[in-house]
């Protein structure tokens, strides 16, 4: 059982490349989330997927895409990167019978 | 979501309590109080949440005042591993699919 998982660990683009963060589930939660964290901040929400077949903006969404694949993964894409992008990418799942989130390791994005 | 206000640093000696304060209060009553911590860089870790009664599991005590416009997270013997960012977070639960918003939290230093 291993939770929350998300590939790759790091990654450094140059502006305007693309890439897709992956991140899979092994819960069987209906809910997934992608956040990102920025030095000394605390975590944003960027777009999240309450069930399969479904997505929803969260509070920064501008610049990135989603697709929830199946109930077990849920990709980020970013179409043209910007080194505002540069961040900590946080993916997370949840079931409503559960108690909170839980939160993969995370994917440190450098964007130049 | 109603705003939560923690202080930015607390400081705690290892083997005893620590507790955390959090603001909440324009809670509504839908809305459920929930901990969170993020040790390091690693993904936040859920550690307890409640309505409106203390709550208590292996982790960690939740008091929340009768008006439930403040609550306290306690953990009863502090150890070194519990150098952290705690996150207090007001959220409706199902009704808002989990949608968290993370603020700066309250950076817990433990001392030997």
């Known amino acids: 059982n291993a939770g929350v998982t998300q590939t790759p660990k790091f990654q450094v683009l140059k502006t305007g490349q693309s890439m897709t963060l992956q991140c899979a589930q092994d819960?069987?939660?209906?809910?997934m989330y992608w956040y990102r964290q920025d030095p000394g901040m605390g975590l944003r929400l960027i777009y999240y997927s309450a069930s399969e077949g479904t997505t929803d903006k969260g509070e920064v969404p501008n610049g990135y895409n989603v697709s929830r694949l199946n109930k077990r993964e849920f990709s980020l894409r970013l179409e043209s990167a910007a080194p505002s992008q540069t961040s900590v990418y946080f993916c997370?799942?949840?079931?409503?019978?559960?108690?909170?989130?839980?939160f993969g390791p995370g994917t440190r994005l450098t964007v130049l | 979501d109603a705003k939560t206000t923690q202080p930015p640093s607390m400081d705690c000696a290892e083997g005893r309590a620590a507790n955390l304060p959090c603001n909440h209060s324009?809670?509504?009553?839908?809305?459920?109080v929930y901990w969170y911590r993020q040790i390091h860089s690693q993904g936040p870790q859920y550690i307890i949440h409640g309505l409106k009664n203390n709550e208590t599991n292996e982790m960690a005590s939740l008091i929340i005042t009768e008006d439930r416009k403040s609550s306290t997270l306690i953990l009863p013997h502090a150890t070194l591993r519990d150098t952290a960012v705690y996150y207090c977070?007001?959220?409706?639960?199902?009704?808002?699919?989990?949608?968290?918003?993370f603020g700066q939290g309250t950076i817990l230093t433990v001392h030997p």
């Open positions: 819960m069987n939660h209906n809910s």
């Open positions: 977070i007001v959220n409706a639960g199902g009704t808002s699919y989990g949608k968290l918003t």
């Open positions: 997370a799942s949840w079931e409503r019978t559960d108690s909170g989130q839980f």
């Open positions: 324009t809670i509504s009553g839908n809305e459920y």
